[in-house]
């Protein structure tokens, strides 16, 4: 049976290759590097020109175990995209897995998707209506649907007329028969980068994915951007009305890998840089600083080094399970918090420790981490969490419980330190955190964070879907628009 979290959540991660020999195995290594952007499933689908049909693999699972060698002779082709998908539950549903691919009365097409699609129930409903028939439960398959409807691709403007239907957050790529498009929203919300490998142009998600494969990075594709990739080269088209720039913070916080570069950025960097803006905003006199791996051990670095405490990173982690979040049941999840990580004592005995994580949720990494340093004979626990506190859901691509459900939403800083256990807890503000990465405040959503959100959301697509299923709707009510925090630019 489907559950409530089957519905628009698109941590996701994106690929493509234009012209290469080897574009299924190069994509193969770049969805392997952008694995950390979703764990549930991954496909590639690829082509080899004009009229030889699509080929397609996709599977449940991580990168590395779906993906066999026998698929290599079937994914044939220069061209190819690729996505990995970000579950939030156990449940298993390959009819969500991407690319989505068809053959329409333009050709054959195929699209992966990152982000989420805020205008989807009016959309599929409207497809619907139409005719159009949908498999998946995911907003990202009508971006498909809306490709091949025949009125979009009689025109001249084809497939940006098509593209301009959407809206939300997304970074897309799309493979026709002769070409390879990567496009971002207007607000740019979620990232996608360009790249080049010998003659080859290659697109993703993070630049992580380059290094991989040894692509030259190029720049970033610009929010409201659609790049056109065929025969005649590159051509860049700016097809939507302009809005403010919007990049996800939290995707420098935790989501994008350290060895990224987003808007010519490094993660790592940045992440060292909000530690020591913590250490100046709450400092704390401290025998030693502690990262929660992985997520903590770069601001820890910088909170160390700001704070001259030694950097000790007592808590081991076992890599081979996925994220805490992959667990489906708060049961589930507790433990997988528990399995995760193991504290060797004798680095904390007798010590007054600063532990460093990135974000509270739900707050069980938290308070599961102060129980374990009580126990191995810690004297005093700190928390320092390198963001804000988070008190809003994301509709753009994050995936957050519903408000109720995070830990700043229910309780007073005072009762927060009570409820975890700790002696002290401090958060970073969101001037610092923006000061960390270097770039302009009102170029971020910090909806998460603030409540501003850039877009009104229509949260009846995943009741629309949940109706359907005789399900009821678990979702978030639809949020009011509050005035912008910063001036529109
Ligand atoms: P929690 O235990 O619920 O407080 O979650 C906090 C932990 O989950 C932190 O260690 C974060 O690094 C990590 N985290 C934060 N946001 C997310 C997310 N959207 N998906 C998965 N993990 C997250």
Not at 33 to 45: N, P
Not at 105 to 114: C, D, M, P, T
Not at 131 to 138: N, P
Not at 156 to 184: C, H
Request: hydrophobic letters at 40%.
């Amino acid at each position: 049976m489907l559950n409530s979290h089957d519905y628009p959540s698109h941590e996701c991660g994106v690929f493509a290759v234009y012209g290469h020999p080897n574009a299924a195995l190069l994509s193969y290594y770049g969805l392997f590097a952008l694995q950390h952007r979703g764990q549930e499933s991954s496909g590639i689908v690829t082509h080899s020109g004009k009229k030889t049909p699509f080929q397609s693999v996709k599977r449940m699972g991580l990168v590395s175990q779906i993906f066999k060698e026998e698929d290599f002779e079937q994914l044939r082709g220069s061209y190819a995209i690729g996505h990995v998908r970000y579950s939030t539950t156990g449940s298993s549903n390959l009819f969500n897995a991407q690319p989505f691919s068809a053959d329409t009365s333009r050709g054959q097409l195929a699209i992966a998707h990152n982000g989420n699609l805020i205008n989807a129930a009016r959309l599929r409903t409207e497809l619907e209506m139409k005719g159009s028939i949908f498999q998946a439960t995911s907003d990202s398959e009508i971006i498909l649907h809306l490709l091949a409807q025949p009125h979009t691709t009689k025109t001249k403007e084809y497939p940006l007329a098509a593209l301009r239907e959407l809206e939300g957050a997304f970074s897309i790529v799309i493979m026709g028969e002769n070409e390879i498009i990567g496009v971002r929203d207007p607000h740019g919300f979620r990232p996608l980068s360009l790249g080049k490998l010998d003659d080859a142009w290659v697109l993703a998600s993070e630049t992580c994915a380059f290094d991989l494969i040894g692509a030259e990075f190029v720049r970033d594709v610009e929010p409201g951007e659609a790049l056109i990739i065929n025969e005649s080269g590159i051509q860049s088209e700016f097809p939507f009305k302009m809005s403010r720039e919007a990049f996800c913070i939290f995707e420098y916080v935790y989501f994008a890998r350290p060895d990224s570069n987003l808007r010519n950025i490094n993660v790592s960097q940045a992440r060292v840089r909000m530690g020591q803006e913590l250490a100046r905003l709450h400092p704390v006199e401290a025998d030693i600083v502690l990262p929660i791996p992985d997520s903590g051990i770069y601001a820890a670095l910088g909170f160390s080094e700001e704070l001259n405490i030694p950097y000790e990173p007592a808590f081991v982690r076992n890599h081979y399970i996925g994220r805490t979040f992959i667990q489906p049941t708060q049961l589930v999840r507790d433990f997988s918090v528990r399995v995760k990580l193991n504290l060797i004592s004798s680095y904390v005995r007798g010590k007054r420790v600063v532990v460093i994580d990135d974000s509270i949720v739900r707050g069980t990494t938290a308070k599961n981490r102060v129980i374990n340093l009580r126990e191995a004979g810690a004297k005093e626990v700190h928390l320092r969490i390198s963001c804000p506190p988070h008190r809003h859901a994301c509709y753009y691509g994050i995936d957050f419980p519903d408000p109720q459900k995070l830990l700043a939403n229910q309780y007073s800083q005072e009762e927060l330190c009570a409820y975890l256990g700790a002696d002290s807890v401090g958060y970073l503000d969101i001037e610092g955190m923006v000061r960390a990465i270097r770039r302009p405040q009102n170029s971020f959503c910090l909806a998460c964070f603030t409540g501003d959100y850039p877009m009104p959301f229509d949260a009846s697509f995943d009741k629309l879907i949940m109706e359907r299923r005789g399900e009821q709707a678990h979702f978030l009510p639809d949020i009011k628009i509050q005035p912008p925090l910063f001036p529109q630019s």
